[in-house]
Nanobody
Framework: QVQLVESGGGLVQTGGSLRLSCTAS????????MGWFRQAPGKEREFVAA????????YYADFVKGRFTISRDNAKNTVHLQMNSLKPEDTAVYYC????????????????WGQGTQVTVSS
């Protein structure tokens, strides 16, 4: 069982930055691929970014490439999402996810997810 707790969301102006963090419980964090999805009001949940268990492979949705960076620290059971050049359309609840398969995770078939953290970008 893995429990995920997100933090770091908030209100920021267009062009600003936020750093989301996700802390996982358990001793097997390093065996999981980790990712971030988001869901805006009235929209379906969508993939944002993912990183494999070792941190050697990273994947991004086209709409965040060049602006967001995913990273992980297996010693601290944490994964981060650095978000720069934020736009109003980035406003959403951001969810941290975990799965043993990065392929499964990226397609939305993940085993674990957190409660989410709200990101609001004002224009």
């Amino acid at each position: 069982q893995v429990q995920l707790v997100e933090s770091g969301g908030g209100l920021v102006q267009t062009g600003g930055s936020l750093r989301l963090s996700c802390t996982a419980s358990g001793r097997t964090f390093s065996t999981y691929a980790m990712g971030w999805f988001r869901q805006a009001p009235g929209k379906e949940r969508e993939f944002v970014a993912a990183i494999n268990s070792s941190g050697g492979s990273k994947y991004y949705a086209d709409f965040v490439k060049g602006r967001f960076t995913i990273s992980r620290d297996n010693a601290k059971n944490t994964v981060h999402l650095q978000m720069n050049s934020l736009k109003p359309e980035d406003t959403a609840v951001y969810y941290c996810n975990a799965d043993h398969s990065s392929i499964q995770l990226r397609t939305g078939k993940y085993d674990y997810w957190g409660q989410g953290t709200q990101v609001t970008v004002s224009s």
